[in-house]
């Protein structure tokens, strides 16, 4: 591809366990629906905290895909 041109989506993704396995639900995710991920960028994380413990880590990402030439 000649030039390529990219998308950016903005998406949070979700997880009891880690800040990693919130991004990796978030990506897989999107790769249900969407062609030609390339790149993710985190821009922010927090969480829940429930009894003194972190009950849920949420992480915010950009995703970065190609869109494909029409012609």
Request: proline share 3%; with cysteine; net charge positive.
């Amino acid at each position: 591809m000649k030039d390529p041109i990219y998308k950016l989506i903005e998406l949070t993704g979700t997880s009891p366990s880690s800040m990693e396995a919130a991004v990796d639900n978030a990506i897989k995710r999107a790769h249900k629906t969407i062609k030609n991920l390339c790149w993710f960028q985190v821009i922010e994380t927090r969480g829940n905290i429930e009894n003194g413990k972190v009950h849920q880590w949420q992480v915010t990402i950009k995703v970065g895909f190609a869109v494909k030439n029409g012609g």
